[in-house]
């Protein structure tokens, strides 16, 4: 079973305000990864990082910033929310590399901006 | 352009038969396959894997099957259970540390 965890679950939020999704992991991963996804699509990368300091956007152009400052941390940022930022955020961790790509997800946030 | 492709959206199958659900792939350098399980407000849990130089994975009633030369992998479910209702995600990766998903199958089993 994978630890890896996000808060909050769910948030309902305006626009304009600031937010920071949470994601944890305990497995001790270096490679972390955030991905949104609309019902029905496929989960975009919008970020992901190979360990402490090291961030990179993904392949989804996304107006949300990440941070690495501790290996088991990897949270998300939204300056200024907007209605177009409404979607699920999925993060997940793994040790990457070939066969072992695979990655662990934790439950996801619903973020809903009115 | 999307690299990996679930064609069929939705998928019904009687309890105690087979599921089977099908994706395509379009990029060569992918060498580890994936699939996922997702139920509503939860995120993806990793089901099973298979490597390029595989043609079939076992893990109890799941199987994967990997047709190189056709671009295709199939995932088997038998028998299915009520519990096996849930989106299903094929995912590839080229080895860089990145997957990509497909779109997704949603799988209904029937009492």
């Known amino acids: 079973e994978a630890d890896i965890y996000q808060t909050p679950r769910y948030l309902v939020i305006g626009t304009g305000k600031k937010i920071t999704l949470e994601c944890s992991q305990t497995?001790?991963?270096?490679?972390m990864y955030w991905y949104q996804q609309d019902p029905g699509m496929e989960l975009h990368l919008i970020h992901y990082?190979?360990?402490?300091?090291?961030?990179e956007k993904g392949d989804l152009s996304s107006e949300s910033t990440v941070s690495r400052i501790r290996t088991e941390h990897f949270p998300l940022t939204l300056e200024s929310a907007r209605p177009s930022h409404t979607s699920q955020y999925l993060c997940?961790?793994?040790?990457?590399?070939?066969?072992?790509?695979?990655?662990?997800f934790g439950p996801g946030t619903r973020l809903t901006v009115l | 352009d999307q690299q990996v492709k679930q064609n069929s959206p939705s998928l019904s199958v009687q309890e105690g038969r087979i599921s089977i659900l099908n994706c395509d792939y379009t990029?060569?350098?992918?060498?580890?396959f994936l699939w996922y399980k997702k139920y509503p407000a939860e995120g993806p849990t990793f089901l099973i894997s298979?490597?390029?130089?595989?043609d079939k994975n076992e893990d109890g009633r799941f199987t994967v099957f990997l047709n190189k030369s056709a671009k295709h992998l199939s995932l088997h479910i038998v028998p299915s259970q009520p519990g096996d209702s849930a989106v299903y995600f094929c995912?590839?990766?080229?080895?860089?540390?990145?997957?990509?998903f497909g779109k997704g199958t949603r799988l209904h089993i029937l009492p």
């Open positions: 497995m001790g991963h270096d490679k």
């Open positions: 990029n060569s350098m992918f060498d580890y």
């Open positions: 995912a590839a990766s080229a080895g860089d540390d990145k997957i990509i």
């Open positions: 298979i490597s390029s130089i595989k």
């Open positions: 997940a961790s793994g040790l990457g590399a070939g066969e072992t790509d695979t990655q662990y």
């Open positions: 990082s190979y360990g402490v300091n090291s961030t």
